[in-house]
């Protein structure tokens, strides 16, 4: 499994975009680049997941850049609501899910 | 999507017992996993629970430990066993391989934040 590197934290304010960067140099050709949210005293939820290039639904957006050596997560006019730990995982296509340290969101008014 | 609700969602308990936690799925699922999550950390596999099979333990976890049971494809349950003090954590399970949702799309459960004393 490739490693990730991200952020530890980020501090926001309601309606700005964030974009969180996260690293993973050793990406492999099979992996997918996947992110997941997790709100305090929940359990992490799935909000995108991309291959390469462009990925956008009604939560984000997922930027990969060709080489695939990086991706950014774009959370758009985000809300004090977005305020959570967002965890960038890579990986293969296989169950297992390998989690890294993640990165704080905090979202101020 | 699935549903997914743990039980307790929280206890308080004196090391040397053990605690049985249940994950219980609104649809049958194939995969089954069940992490910890330690105070501030991020989370860490324990073990894969397919139904019909044994549980597969990452490294670092055993199943003296950690028994599990998957008796049908809707319902799995953890034991920690013989707990101590650093056995405090959350324990959430999560989902995959619910129809035609992708392996790297899982479902996680509220839960259970377990405290030993």
Request: with cysteine; charged share 15%; hydrophobic share 30%.
């Amino acid at each position: 499994l490739a490693k990730t590197t991200q952020p530890i934290s980020m501090d926001s304010y309601e309606g700005q975009e964030v974009n969180i960067t996260c690293s993973h140099n050793n990406i492999a050709t099979n992996d997918y680049i996947t992110w997941y949210q997790q709100f305090p005293s929940q359990g992490p939820r799935f909000i995108i997941q991309g291959y390469k290039t462009k990925v956008t639904n009604e939560v984000a957006s997922l930027f990969i850049p060709a080489d695939r050596k990086s991706s950014t997560l774009s959370l758009p006019r985000v809300s004090l609501s977005d305020t959570a730990v967002y965890y960038c995982l890579v990986g293969d296509d296989d169950y297992k899910l390998s989690f890294g340290a993640g990165t704080t969101v905090t979202v101020r008014a | 999507s699935a549903v997914i609700s743990q039980k307790p969602s929280r206890d308080i308990c004196q090391r040397g017992t053990s605690l049985t936690i249940q994950c219980q799925v609104d649809s049958q699922v194939t995969m089954m996993f069940w992490y910890r999550q330690q105070p501030g950390q991020s989370l860490t596999l324990i073990a894969t629970a397919n139904q019909g099979s044994e549980a597969t333990y990452e490294s670092g976890f055993v199943i003296d430990k950690f028994p599990i049971s998957r008796p049908n494809l809707t319902f799995s349950t953890l034991t920690v066993s013989n707990m101590s003090p650093e056995d405090s954590s959350i324990y959430l399970c999560s989902v995959g391989g619910a129809g035609n949702i992708p392996p790297y799309e899982q479902y996680f459960g509220p839960g259970t934040r377990l405290t030993v004393t």
